[in-house]
């Protein structure tokens, strides 16, 4: 029997961009069933992520319009990564495949073709490969790249130019639940589960409308989540760091004895202000990083749920009535 696919995709705030692209979805949805790679029970599933324009009203009017089509809606705006994890949760036990995929148009849905094609031919993961940024800006360029260099400077391990465009099947999809963190950050989480995985690359393309919600800033709280969610690598680079401003003290404090005994201690007043400086700048960077690592820990003891699902295009509910008194 052919696969279940589903394509998960968040959505927040894309009125603009979803009517273009929900029809792009459903047209490969049918291209790919009537090939035969996949089954008639596939699946469109939306997550609106506590978007605050009209697009739960949208993906509400796509399923009435086609069965193909599903949403689910989170109770609030719960961030990119806790979008993609409801939707991915939500199929796992109703299909044997996922692909997300962003809502913008950017990621080429014909890639889907490989990755089914990878899947058929016993791959668990597929991870969708950007193989050209030209049309970003020189900007966003840049800085992406710097970021996965970044990442994979601090030990996070991720695959070079991968967003969150891949396959999974429902197999891996078991297993993953059993990773139970809230700093979420799943290109790197991913890769941790293991299975056969494989890549296929796709040049991006530009939004097809709206705007882009990773602004530098938010790029940024990625990086570092990702890292130190990943990664423990920066606490290493700080013992080091103190192992090397130590062995410096050493000879600082030589210095300083040398000179008392030598009877030449009045000057140094310009010395003893750049090493205070120094030193206290390092530990304060240094109380960050480990700041960074204790919010982590902070966040996780409390086990929140990772995601609230407060609607589903397939059970909606009845507008509560008045009471009549
Ligand atoms: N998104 C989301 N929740 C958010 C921000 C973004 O579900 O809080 C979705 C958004 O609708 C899109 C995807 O995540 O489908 C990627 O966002 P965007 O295209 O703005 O990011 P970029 O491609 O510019 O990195
Ligand atoms: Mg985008």
């Not at 968040?10 to 049918?30: D, G, Q, S, W």
């Not at 003893?272 to 109380?287: A, K, N, R, Y």
């Amino acid at each position: 029997m052919a696969a279940v696919l589903y394509i998960v995709i968040p959505c927040y705030n894309e009125e603009a961009v979803l009517p273009i692209t929900a029809p792009m979805f459903l047209e490969k949805l049918r291209a790919l069933i009537a090939a035969g790679k996949i089954s008639e029970e596939s699946r469109v599933l939306f997550v609106n992520d506590g978007s605050r324009d009209r697009t739960w009203d949208i993906i509400l009017e796509l399923a009435d319009s086609d069965p193909h089509y599903l949403g689910i809606s989170q109770s609030r705006n719960r961030g990119h990564q806790n979008a993609v994890l409801a939707g991915l949760m939500e199929a796992r036990d109703r299909c044997d495949i996922t692909i997300s995929i962003d809502c913008d148009g950017q990621d080429d849905i014909n890639a889907m073709d490989q990755m089914v094609d990878a899947y058929l031919d016993g791959c668990e993961v597929v991870y969708g490969v950007r193989s050209s940024r030209e049309t970003d800006t020189f900007f966003k360029r840049f800085t992406a790249q710097g970021f996965y260099k970044f990442l994979a400077s601090m030990g996070a391990e991720v695959v070079y130019n991968h967003a969150d465009y891949r396959l999974i099947s429902a197999r891996v999809l078991q297993e993953f639940a059993n990773f139970r963190e809230v700093n979420l950050f799943l290109r790197g989480l991913v890769p941790l589960v293991g299975f056969k995985s494989t890549t296929v690359s796709y040049s991006r393309a530009e939004r097809l409308a709206g705007e882009s919600h990773y602004p530098l800033k938010k790029m940024i709280a990625l990086a570092v989540d990702g890292i130190t969610s990943l990664s423990v690598k920066p606490l290493r680079l700080i013992t080091g760091f103190g192992v090397v401003v130590a062995m410096l003290s050493f000879v600082g404090v030589l210095w300083a004895l040398i000179a008392a005994l030598c009877g030449r201690t009045v000057a140094g007043w310009a010395s003893m202000t750049c090493i205070v400086c120094f030193v206290s700048g390092v530990q304060l960077i240094c109380l960050g990083i480990i700041g960074e690592y204790i919010g982590k820990i902070y966040m996780e003891t409390k086990q929140r749920p990772r995601y609230i699902i407060s609607e589903r295009s397939w059970e909606r509910q009845e507008p509560r009535k008045k009471q009549e008194s």
